[in-house]
């Protein structure tokens, strides 16, 4: 059974910038699929970035170009770097890895 660790959530301006984190109990080299989903009170969870084993990259269009996705299998972790953050991209963010494993979430708010 792996265990995901979220990390480096918290309270920023608009514009600013955050990284998360996403520690693994195990190795992630096998994974074939790692990514982050977000999820807003009232609303279902929805797909922020995913990357595949072969660091094929897929993102949400309303985060395209201001984040980005990245594993580091070496150390086990994933990543995701959040930049030009908006308000709309406040919410809890989870990591999940080969869609059968999950976090338990970090908090995000982007103050305008």
């Known amino acids: 059974q792996v265990q995901l660790v979220e990390s480096g959530g918290g309270l920023v301006q608009a514009g600013g910038s955050l990284r998360l984190s996403c520690a693994a109990s195990g190795s992630i080299f096998s994974f074939d699929i790692m990514g982050w989903y977000r999820q807003v009170p009232g609303k279902q969870r929805e797909l922020v970035a995913v990357i595949t084993s072969a660091g094929r990259t897929t993102y949400a269009d309303s985060v395209k170009g201001r984040f980005a996705i990245s594993r580091d299998n070496a150390q086990n972790t994933l990543y995701l770097q959040m930049n030009s953050l908006k308000p709309e991209d406040t919410g809890v963010y989870y990591c999940?890895?080969?869609?059968?494993?999950w976090g338990q979430g970090t908090h995000v708010t982007v103050s305008s």
């Open positions: 999940m890895a080969a869609r059968d494993y």
